[in-house]
């Protein structure tokens, strides 16, 4: 019995030491669960180039993903590649320490990342890149051409233009915009999708240096122009949920759309015969600059734990080449921000040029880090505020006094 | 020889027991003494940090905004609890009698009114949401149809309807258990008793009030308990039908919803906080057990033992 005992140990370490050798076998996990197909097709190009490694993915609910990708990392049981979250939510894993550090050297593409890529997925404390990030996303005003064409409308340029369209649309018995407040984060995307000219890059540039609030007029007019153009909205808008707005929308029932890019895909997919056009946000007096806002979606990272760390970076690094960037953009229909990718389809390829002028997306890149964090303030008071509940200098001040439990350069 | 046969009982007693009782210790005391500890801590994202004492207790109930967020949702989970005492189980006992008297038809009632109950959660939520679609929902098309039309109303979209709407829909699915509780309880009751209490009125108010009343006590306080822990704990359809942040501005923000987007984080707004999320579950846990204790208690002492 004990000799029985004995050989099948030594027979077991011989096997668990020789595997390696043998395959490399990766986890990786995604929450794009809709994307799946498509990871299968990257993985299998990455595979077929390097056959001693095989990766299979894993798909999570994207709701819950940050939650059980957290208790499977602090259990010992995480994947070994990992879609991680930007910014706030890359932190809370990313500082924990269960991420591997990457640098130029371990994953050359990084070298060629624009920075703001790089800073969504760099962790405040120790500066570090932790994942190689995968896609931009932009805030901007999503059209119906079809719509727009019948009823002989251009993209509108300025704040009063966008009124007359919208007017247009709804005398044509459509809804001018399909936007609902019903789910809270929509309630943020539109003041970036309709407002970022009007806040404009002076408000940003002086929001970092911590010399104004959000109290500040630039932001407050954004918001009272949301006010303005929120009668554009379907009637009963504040219980009108994400998803029903969606399909207002991809039903073509609506004009326009404001919201993230992310949202063409998913429209196309809803409704292929769409013909959709985009347009910044537009601008309160003629000449002024158009701005679009901008966000990184998240990024691949490394375990640090993983019993494979070369066939991590050879896999992370794959991730961060232009080849990748060029089948992601074209399969997923999303903007990759590694440089040199080219966009097939003309309205990433607009997508893109607008992304030249833009701000960021204030509250997820710089105020999601710490409660009450600047998006759930802003998609409260702007929820409130849209359903006539507050003024704009209301929900400006309400915003800001929430930042300033935390943020010094706002509690003067 | 006893001795033996004996401690051949205390093992087979043992081994029956032991299995139970790992797996609650594992799965229930456990997590809750985890949590317990977890509340004492700082934390960064997932890392524990120091030990900070009554720090996260003292954030969510004393510091602002936590602490008025606190208070909103603990608001709401009263209004739901009372509500719901009123129409769920109030409702429910007057159907049980009328159901217990076998008016015409009861038969088919009793199937129809418990029939929500055997659906899950996340099909009422999803249902009633659509009901509820401010542009296609059939509650809205229903009142314009008939020429209501100040009805029509964004019904989980504006901060005067929203929790309501919440308390209908949950009263809807849920009126079927106190119902067959209390009807279950009426059914105990000697039909004796009631022949005799017939002898001496008609009423049947005198007769729910002196005979019927005192006698599903047993069942009063089961239903009251649950209803209790049930409102306190209530999660599932706020999180299907609003969302997490209670949406529209946290007009529908019950303390469920609450400590799971403190504790977890919400995808689309906020940051993970263990600690204060720690502490949020400790004080509901606390004030769940307490006063369910307390209140269990209380009302046994009043029923009548038949």
């Given at each position: 019995m004990k000799k029985y005992l004995v050989r099948s140990a030594a027979l077991l370490g011989a096997v668990s030491m020789a595997l390696p050798a043998f395959a490399q076998e990766l986890s990786f996990w995604s929450w794009r669960q809709e994307d799946r197909e498509q990871y299968e097709q990257f993985i299998a190009d990455f595979e077929a180039d390097n056959p001693d490694i095989t990766i299979s993915l894993e798909t999570i609910e994207p709701q819950n993903y940050n939650t059980i990708l957290s208790t499977a990392l602090a259990g010992d049981s995480g994947p070994d590649i990992m879609m991680v979250r930007a910014y706030g939510a890359f932190e809370t894993v990313a500082e924990a320490g269960y991420l591997m550090p990457l640098d130029e050297e371990t994953v050359?593409?990084?070298?060629?990342?624009?920075k703001p890529a790089l800073e969504a997925e760099t962790l405040r404390s120790d500066g570090k890149i932790y994942a190689v990030p995968f896609a931009s996303q932009t805030m901007l005003v999503i059209y119906n051409k079809d719509i727009f064409d019948q009823l002989g409308l251009?993209?509108?340029?300025t704040w009063d233009e966008l009124l007359e369209v919208s007017q247009a649309i709804e005398d044509a018995g459509m809804y001018a915009f399909a936007n609902g407040t019903g789910t809270a984060w929509q309630n943020e995307t539109i003041v970036s999708a309709l407002g970022s000219s009007i806040i404009g890059e002076d408000f940003y540039n002086d929001l970092m240096a911590g010399?104004?609030?959000?109290?500040d007029p630039r932001f407050v007019e954004a918001l009272e122009a949301l006010v303005e153009i929120s009668e554009y909205f379907p009637d009963g808008f504040t219980g009108l949920d994400y998803a029903s707005a969606q399909q207002l929308f991809a039903s073509g029932m609506a004009g326009m759309f404001a919201g993230g890019s992310f949202e063409i895909a998913n429209f196309m997919s809803q409704n292929p015969d769409l013909d959709l056009g985009v347009f910044p946000a537009p601008v309160k007096e003629e000449g002024d600059q158009h701005l679009v806002g901008l966000f990184f979606d998240g990024g691949y990272a490394g375990n640090a734990q993983t019993e494979h760390p070369e066939a991590v970076q050879k896999f992370l690094s794959y991730l961060a080449s232009q080849e990748f960037g060029q089948q992601f953009a074209n399969s997923l229909g999303n903007i990759s921000p590694i440089p040199g990718v080219e966009f097939e389809d003309p309205l990433l390829q607009e997508v893109a040029e607008l992304n030249q002028n833009s701000i960021p997306y204030i509250m997820l890149v710089h105020f999601r880090y710490q409660e009450p964090s600047g998006s759930v303030l802003i998609q409260s008071e702007v929820q409130e505020m849209l359903a006539g509940g507050k003024t704009p200098e209301e929900a400006a001040q309400a915003v800001t006094e929430g930042i300033a439990t935390y943020y010094e350069p706002f509690q003067q | 020889m006893p001795r033996l046969r004996l401690t051949g009982r205390t093992l087979w007693i043992t081994a029956l027991i032991v299995p139970p009782l790992a797996v609650m210790a594992t799965f229930v005391a456990y997590p809750i003494g985890s949590a317990l500890a977890y509340a004492f801590y700082d934390w960064q994202g997932l890392q524990r940090g120091e030990f900070v004492g009554l720090q996260n207790f003292y954030n969510v109930l004393f510091t602002e905004p936590f602490a008025s967020w606190t208070q909103r949702a603990f608001m709401h989970n009263i209004i739901v609890f009372f509500s719901l005492m009123v129409i769920q189980n109030g409702t429910g006992f007057i159907l049980a009698y009328a159901l217990w008297r076998e008016l015409p038809g009861a038969a088919f009632h009793r199937v129809a009114v418990f029939l929500p109950v055997v659906l899950s959660t996340v099909i009422i939520g999803f249902l009633w949401k659509l009901f509820f679609h401010p542009i296609f929902g059939p509650v809205n098309q229903i009142f314009r149809g008939v020429g209501l039309?100040?009805?029509?109303?964004?019904w989980l979209g504006q901060s005067s309807t929203a929790l309501g709407s919440l308390i209908f829909v949950n009263a809807w699915a849920w009126i079927g258990f106190p119902t067959l509780v209390f009807l279950a309880g009426m059914q105990r009751i000697p039909t004796e008793l009631l022949d005799a209490a017939r002898m001496e009125t008609d009423s049947e108010w005198v007769l729910i009030k002196k005979i019927v009343w005192p006698l599903v006590a047993p069942s009063a306080t089961v239903v009251f308990i649950l209803l209790f822990i049930g409102s306190f704990n209530w999660f599932e359809l706020p999180y299907i039908?609003?969302?997490?942040?209670?949406?529209p501005f946290g007009s529908t923000d019950v303390l469920g919803l609450y400590f799971y987007r403190t504790a977890f984080g919400n995808q689309s707004a906020g940051v993970q906080d263990f600690g204060n999320g720690s502490a949020l579950a400790v004080l509901i846990f606390l004030f769940i057990a307490v006063v369910a204790a307390f209140w269990t208690v209380r009302l046994r002492k009043r029923e009548i033992q038949l």
């Amino acid at each position: 019995m004990k000799k029985y005992l004995v050989r099948s140990a030594a027979l077991l370490g011989a096997v668990s030491m020789a595997l390696p050798a043998f395959a490399q076998e990766l986890s990786f996990w995604s929450w794009r669960q809709e994307d799946r197909e498509q990871y299968e097709q990257f993985i299998a190009d990455f595979e077929a180039d390097n056959p001693d490694i095989t990766i299979s993915l894993e798909t999570i609910e994207p709701q819950n993903y940050n939650t059980i990708l957290s208790t499977a990392l602090a259990g010992d049981s995480g994947p070994d590649i990992m879609m991680v979250r930007a910014y706030g939510a890359f932190e809370t894993v990313a500082e924990a320490g269960y991420l591997m550090p990457l640098d130029e050297e371990t994953v050359p593409g990084l070298a060629d990342m624009p920075k703001p890529a790089l800073e969504a997925e760099t962790l405040r404390s120790d500066g570090k890149i932790y994942a190689v990030p995968f896609a931009s996303q932009t805030m901007l005003v999503i059209y119906n051409k079809d719509i727009f064409d019948q009823l002989g409308l251009e993209e509108p340029e300025t704040w009063d233009e966008l009124l007359e369209v919208s007017q247009a649309i709804e005398d044509a018995g459509m809804y001018a915009f399909a936007n609902g407040t019903g789910t809270a984060w929509q309630n943020e995307t539109i003041v970036s999708a309709l407002g970022s000219s009007i806040i404009g890059e002076d408000f940003y540039n002086d929001l970092m240096a911590g010399e104004t609030d959000f109290t500040d007029p630039r932001f407050v007019e954004a918001l009272e122009a949301l006010v303005e153009i929120s009668e554009y909205f379907p009637d009963g808008f504040t219980g009108l949920d994400y998803a029903s707005a969606q399909q207002l929308f991809a039903s073509g029932m609506a004009g326009m759309f404001a919201g993230g890019s992310f949202e063409i895909a998913n429209f196309m997919s809803q409704n292929p015969d769409l013909d959709l056009g985009v347009f910044p946000a537009p601008v309160k007096e003629e000449g002024d600059q158009h701005l679009v806002g901008l966000f990184f979606d998240g990024g691949y990272a490394g375990n640090a734990q993983t019993e494979h760390p070369e066939a991590v970076q050879k896999f992370l690094s794959y991730l961060a080449s232009q080849e990748f960037g060029q089948q992601f953009a074209n399969s997923l229909g999303n903007i990759s921000p590694i440089p040199g990718v080219e966009f097939e389809d003309p309205l990433l390829q607009e997508v893109a040029e607008l992304n030249q002028n833009s701000i960021p997306y204030i509250m997820l890149v710089h105020f999601r880090y710490q409660e009450p964090s600047g998006s759930v303030l802003i998609q409260s008071e702007v929820q409130e505020m849209l359903a006539g509940g507050k003024t704009p200098e209301e929900a400006a001040q309400a915003v800001t006094e929430g930042i300033a439990t935390y943020y010094e350069p706002f509690q003067q | 020889m006893p001795r033996l046969r004996l401690t051949g009982r205390t093992l087979w007693i043992t081994a029956l027991i032991v299995p139970p009782l790992a797996v609650m210790a594992t799965f229930v005391a456990y997590p809750i003494g985890s949590a317990l500890a977890y509340a004492f801590y700082d934390w960064q994202g997932l890392q524990r940090g120091e030990f900070v004492g009554l720090q996260n207790f003292y954030n969510v109930l004393f510091t602002e905004p936590f602490a008025s967020w606190t208070q909103r949702a603990f608001m709401h989970n009263i209004i739901v609890f009372f509500s719901l005492m009123v129409i769920q189980n109030g409702t429910g006992f007057i159907l049980a009698y009328a159901l217990w008297r076998e008016l015409p038809g009861a038969a088919f009632h009793r199937v129809a009114v418990f029939l929500p109950v055997v659906l899950s959660t996340v099909i009422i939520g999803f249902l009633w949401k659509l009901f509820f679609h401010p542009i296609f929902g059939p509650v809205n098309q229903i009142f314009r149809g008939v020429g209501l039309d100040f009805l029509a109303q964004p019904w989980l979209g504006q901060s005067s309807t929203a929790l309501g709407s919440l308390i209908f829909v949950n009263a809807w699915a849920w009126i079927g258990f106190p119902t067959l509780v209390f009807l279950a309880g009426m059914q105990r009751i000697p039909t004796e008793l009631l022949d005799a209490a017939r002898m001496e009125t008609d009423s049947e108010w005198v007769l729910i009030k002196k005979i019927v009343w005192p006698l599903v006590a047993p069942s009063a306080t089961v239903v009251f308990i649950l209803l209790f822990i049930g409102s306190f704990n209530w999660f599932e359809l706020p999180y299907i039908m609003v969302g997490l942040d209670g949406s529209p501005f946290g007009s529908t923000d019950v303390l469920g919803l609450y400590f799971y987007r403190t504790a977890f984080g919400n995808q689309s707004a906020g940051v993970q906080d263990f600690g204060n999320g720690s502490a949020l579950a400790v004080l509901i846990f606390l004030f769940i057990a307490v006063v369910a204790a307390f209140w269990t208690v209380r009302l046994r002492k009043r029923e009548i033992q038949l």
